[in-house]
T-cell receptor
Framework: KAGVTQTPRYLIKTRGQQVTLSCSPI?????VSWYQQTPGQGLQFLFE???????NKGNFPGRFSGRQFSNSRSEMNVSTLELGDSALYLC??????????????FGPGTRLTVT | GNSVTQMEGPVTLSEEAFLTINCTYT??????LFWYVQYPGEGLQLLLK?????DKGSNKGFEATYRKETTSFHLEKGSVQVSDSAVYFC???????????????FGQGTTLQVKP
């Protein structure tokens, strides 16, 4: 079975621009979550989607948004990029809906650099 | 709120040494507990998990026991290899009230370096 795929793998943007990152979950998985990883803040939860509905959102400004499509693929968007948005963005998919029946399978991440 | 605390790294060991990485947590309810591993340039891989008190998760020689009385989930391995060099993250499933949120809360990560 193919794992979680994320595109692009690397991205360089300029302050003020916007960016869209894409995530394709493992086939059959309906839950997708996004995390931001930085050296200073570690791994922080962005949002979670299940069957096209956002169920949870982390403490990030409104510039961070996302959506999930009917085929479970997900995108996240960051508008008006700031230098502090430079990070590794990780997507995870899960077959189960809730813990303890849920197990996150992470993709390789998209490395975003904002200059 | 819920949180996870891991021992500071880096941890440097010789091959075949015994490994312990400490992890303690603060949580309401009954979270699931996880250990993830991240190799350079890659995403996170689930190493093991435990979903209730006294459960032992194990995989690839690593193991951890869910200790509710000490709120701990320490990672151990009897004999490490150079290929175990990576960053290890302890995590718990977040809960609000009686329902879980589908969100993981991670510790800061512990870098393990194993020398030949």
């Amino acid at each position: 079975k193919a794992g979680v795929t994320q595109t692009p793998r690397y991205l360089i943007k300029t302050r003020g621009q916007q960016v869209t990152l894409s995530c394709s979950p493992i086939s059959g998985h309906r839950s997708v979550s996004w995390y931001q990883q930085t050296p200073g803040q570690g791994l922080q939860f962005l949002f979670e989607y299940f069957s096209e509905t956002q169920r949870n959102k982390g403490n990030f400004p409104g510039r961070f948004s996302g959506r999930q499509f009917s085929n479970s693929r997900s995108e996240m968007n960051v508008s008006t990029l700031e230098l502090g948005d430079s990070a590794l963005y990780l997507c995870a998919s899960s077959f189960g809906s809730r813990f303890p029946d849920r197990e996150e399978n992470f993709g390789p991440g998209t490395r975003l650099t904002v200059t | 709120g819920n949180s996870v605390t891991q021992m500071e790294g880096p941890v440097t060991l010789s091959e075949e040494a015994f490994l312990t990485i400490n992890c303690t947590y603060t949580a309401t309810g009954y979270p699931s507990l996880f250990w993830y591993v991240q190799y350079p340039g890659e995403g996170l891989q689930l190493l093991l998990k435990a979903t209730k008190a006294d459960d032992k998760g194990s995989n690839k020689g690593f193991e951890a026991t869910y200790r509710k009385e000490t709120t701990s989930f320490h990672l151990e391995k009897g004999s490490v290899q150079v290929s175990d060099s990576a960053v290890y993250f302890c995590a718990l499933s977040d809960q609000k009230g009686s329902s879980n949120t589908g969100k993981l809360i991670f510790g800061q990560g512990t870098t393990l370096q194993v020398k030949p």
